[in-house]
């Protein structure tokens, strides 16, 4: 990953030592400007700080000889660096630790910020509330928005170090996999609005149960300015009755009409989904957001009550919402000789995939055949079987017409489906989930013209080579 920071000029060495925490060598190799910086070697050059960090799988600090060849001037590392490098014309930043070498500098860059900051977290729905909540923004402000799924304890710093000097308010996704990340991640940002979309059955591997997901996803208070907002899911029991004398909590529904924000009348569409909002007792119609199905409307709501406590008018949410444009391989619906396809491969969780079997069966067509074509759910812990065969159970009770399973994850969500008095005959398997050409050659002797296609499954999985298979075929 590489940034480029907003710093105009960019940053001396000596500060960007100050402001990693670190000891600045070598520096009578330091006369020089960083403009950028980057977690991978491969990025480097002699404008671009690499930081080497020790993952789980690489270790960083093995690369730095490679960002040296390519032109890098300056290194932070918390392992020794070689004789080699020192003697070049290097300056070499030491840290006690190079992931947080990365929060203490983005925490100092945003102790100087006048705007707002939106910290987004959740099991599910993070990257489209965060990118709906940053295209109602812009109706009324300069607004940033962390890219893509920046949301690590590596790229979430990354990202709040490029927010440009005239923002006017930014959004940040925080997306974690084990308790005290969030944590971390909410004191360098200190939001002045959090979300949280919802409390789901991701990372239980880690967290134990959903109560521990529920505590995971509160850590973001530990950053909340005072007098903030924390906006939650208003019909999660677990997020009820959350509350505390320092920050406001505002709930959204789509079933409590006691809700701050509430959203009923909604409309499912072919590419689309209208709806209503209730705000104070009064009714705002007709909104519409380019996107289908009715868990897409929660990220509209949170997007409505960011931008109202940001004092946006209800006129320029509604074009923010119009305007919305979903990111790659999330609800992509496009026509393939006929076959309608609906890509949704970023990522799965349970509560992900009953929405998406959910769009499936609002958007097909009359007449059309639906068809699911699922893989493995990933990080799901002990529950994993039992989640799978939920899944299935809840896909037999929708109507499917064929489930085409994918992986050891979708043989579980198969069995699940047939337990549940699924007929056989429409169950279609595939174990070995990379035989790409087997499973692409399977659906074209399946599928007819006029189908609607899902594809879910993990981001790991990579269920898009099966949709880009066919496009090519």
Same mark, same amino acid.
């Given at each position: 990953?590489?940034?480029?920071?907003?710093?105009?000029?960019?940053?001396?060495?000596?500060?960007?030592?100050?402001?990693?925490?670190?000891?600045?060598?070598?520096?009578?190799?330091?006369?020089?400007?960083?403009?950028?910086?980057?977690?991978?070697?491969?990025?480097?050059?002699?404008?671009?700080?690499?930081?080497?960090?020790?993952?789980?799988?690489?270790?960083?600090?093995?690369?730095?000889?490679?960002?040296?060849?390519?032109?890098?001037?300056?290194?932070?590392?918390?392992?020794?660096?070689?004789?080699?490098?020192?003697?070049?014309?290097?300056?070499?930043?030491?840290?006690?630790?190079?992931?947080?070498?990365?929060?203490?500098?983005?925490?100092?860059?945003?102790?100087?910020?006048?705007?707002?900051?939106?910290?987004?977290?959740?099991?599910?729905?993070?990257?489209?509330?965060?990118?709906?909540?940053?295209?109602?923004?812009?109706?009324?402000?300069?607004?940033?928005?962390?890219?893509?799924?920046?949301?690590?304890?590596?790229?979430?710093?990354?990202?709040?170090?490029?927010?440009?000097?005239?923002?006017?308010?930014?959004?940040?996704?925080?997306?974690?996999?084990?308790?005290?990340?969030?944590?971390?991640?909410?004191?360098?940002?200190?939001?002045?609005?959090?979300?949280?979309?919802?409390?789901?059955?991701?990372?239980?591997?880690?967290?134990?149960?959903?109560?521990?997901?529920?505590?995971?996803?509160?850590?973001?208070?530990?950053?909340?300015?005072?007098?903030?907002?924390?906006?939650?899911?208003?019909?999660?029991?677990?997020?009820?009755?959350?509350?505390?004398?320092?920050?406001?909590?505002?709930?959204?529904?789509?079933?409590?009409?006691?809700?701050?924000?509430?959203?009923?009348?909604?409309?499912?569409?072919?590419?689309?989904?209208?709806?209503?909002?209730?705000?104070?007792?009064?009714?705002?119609?007709?909104?519409?957001?380019?996107?289908?199905?009715?868990?897409?409307?929660?990220?509209?709501?949170?997007?409505?009550?960011?931008?109202?406590?940001?004092?946006?008018?209800?006129?320029?949410?509604?074009?923010?919402?119009?305007?919305?444009?979903?990111?790659?391989?999330?609800?992509?619906?496009?026509?393939?000789?006929?076959?309608?396809?609906?890509?949704?491969?970023?990522?799965?969780?349970?509560? =992900?995939?009953?929405?998406?079997? @959910?769009? &499936?069966?609002?958007? !097909?067509?009359? +007449?059309? *055949?639906?068809?699911? $074509?699922?893989?493995?759910?990933?990080?799901?812990?002990?529950?994993?079987?039992?989640?799978?065969?939920?899944?299935?159970?809840?896909?037999?009770?929708?109507?499917?017409?064929?489930?085409?399973?994918?992986?050891?994850?979708?043989?579980?969500?198969?069995?699940?489906?047939?337990?549940?008095?699924?007929?056989?005959?429409?169950?279609?398997?595939?174990?070995?989930?990379?035989?790409?050409?087997?499973?692409?050659?399977?659906?074209? =002797?399946?599928?007819?013209?006029? @189908?609607? &296609?899902?594809?879910? !499954?993990?981001? +790991?999985? *990579?269920?898009?080579? $099966?949709?880009?298979?066919?496009?090519?075929?």
């Amino acid at each position: 990953m590489k940034i480029t920071l907003s710093i105009q000029n960019g940053i001396t060495a000596h500060a960007l030592a100050r402001m990693c925490r670190g000891v600045l060598q070598n520096e009578e190799n330091s006369d020089f400007k960083i403009n950028s910086l980057c977690t991978d070697s491969r990025e480097a050059d002699e404008n671009t700080a690499f930081f080497a960090l020790l993952g789980e799988r690489v270790n960083g600090h093995d690369y730095i000889p490679t960002a040296v060849a390519a032109g890098c001037r300056c290194i932070i590392s918390q392992e020794p660096v070689s004789h080699d490098v020192l003697g070049k014309d290097v300056a070499v930043i030491a840290v006690k630790d190079s992931e947080m070498a990365l929060s203490y500098m983005a925490s100092a860059q945003l102790a100087e910020r006048t705007y707002p900051v939106v910290a987004v977290t959740g099991s599910v729905g993070k990257t489209t509330t965060k990118d709906m909540i940053a295209a109602v923004m812009r109706e009324g402000k300069s607004t940033y928005v962390s890219s893509g799924n920046h949301n690590s304890v590596i790229g979430m710093p990354l990202s709040a170090m490029e927010i440009p000097a005239d923002c006017e308010c930014a959004v940040l996704e925080m997306g974690m996999s084990d308790f005290g990340e969030i944590e971390r991640m909410s004191l360098v940002a200190e939001p002045d609005i959090a979300v949280i979309t919802n409390i789901g059955t991701s990372h239980m591997e880690a967290l134990g149960d959903r109560r521990g997901i529920c505590r995971a996803k509160l850590e973001v208070l530990c950053g909340l300015k005072k007098g903030g907002y924390l906006i939650l899911n208003g019909d999660e029991p677990l997020l009820a009755n959350i509350g505390g004398r320092s920050y406001h909590t505002v709930y959204v529904s789509l079933k409590r009409q006691d809700a701050d924000f509430f959203a009923q009348n909604i409309r499912v569409e072919l590419g689309g989904t209208r709806f209503d909002v209730v705000y104070k007792g009064v009714s705002y119609p007709d909104f519409y957001i380019p996107v289908c199905g009715r868990h897409n409307v929660w990220a509209a709501l949170y997007a409505f009550a960011v931008a109202t406590l940001q004092g946006l008018s209800p006129e320029q949410i509604k074009r923010g919402l119009q305007n919305f444009q979903a990111a790659d391989m999330r609800q992509q619906i496009t026509n393939l000789g006929g076959v309608t396809l609906i890509e949704d491969c970023y990522n799965a969780a349970p509560e =992900s995939m009953r929405a998406a079997i @959910d769009v &499936l069966c609002e958007c !097909a067509p009359c +007449g059309s *055949r639906r068809i699911a $074509v699922l893989g493995d759910m990933l990080e799901l812990g002990r529950e994993s079987i039992s989640l799978h065969r939920a899944v299935g159970e809840y896909l037999q009770t929708s109507g499917i017409d064929l489930l085409v399973g994918v992986g050891n994850g979708g043989v579980e969500i198969a069995q699940g489906a047939v337990e549940a008095g699924m007929n056989p005959a429409k169950v279609l398997l595939f174990i070995d989930r990379d035989n790409i050409e087997s499973i692409t050659h399977g659906l074209m =002797s399946r599928v007819n013209v006029g @189908d609607t &296609l899902l594809f879910k !499954a993990s981001r +790991g999985v *990579r269920l898009e080579r $099966v949709v880009n298979a066919l496009r090519e075929q």
